[in-house]
Nanobody, 116 residues
Framework: QVQLVESGGGLVQAGGSLRLSCAAS????????MGWDRQAPGKQRESVAL???????HYGDSVKGRFTISRDNAKNTVYLQMNSLKPEDTAVYYC??????????WGQGTQVTVSS
């Protein structure tokens, strides 16, 4: 059974930083791209960043230059370093597998709140 467990969320002032972690159990991690999505109250879920098995990264326009996604295959963990945080970054952040043509696995989410 695959489980994704996020951690690292919290309350931070605008301009601050947080680092999210997502630990994956099972054998799913090393063979799949991984991504971070977020959902703010009253808004649709949006893709924040993704990283392929080979380490190629992609970012949403709203976070480019501020967020960095990385992965440690030895630890089955994907990270999201978030710098220069803005109040509009406030959301629940979810990690997920990215498996085209197959159902994805999702974590339970971690709340990030940025105060102005």
């Amino acid at each position: 059974q695959v489980q994704l467990v996020e951690s690292g969320g919290g309350l931070v002032q605008a301009g601050g930083s947080l680092r999210l972690s997502c630990a994956a159990s099972g054998s799913i991690f090393s063979s799949n791209a991984m991504g971070w999505d977020r959902q703010a109250p009253g808004k649709q879920r949006e893709s924040v960043a993704l990283i392929t098995t080979g380490g190629i990264t992609h970012y949403g326009d709203s976070v480019k230059g501020r967020f960095t996604i990385s992965r440690d295959n030895a630890k089955n963990t994907v990270y999201l370093q978030m710098n220069s945080l803005k109040p509009e970054d406030t959301a629940v952040y979810y990690c997920r597998t990215i498996r085209p043509g197959e159902p994805d696995y999702w974590g339970q989410g971690t709340q990030v709140t940025v105060s102005s």
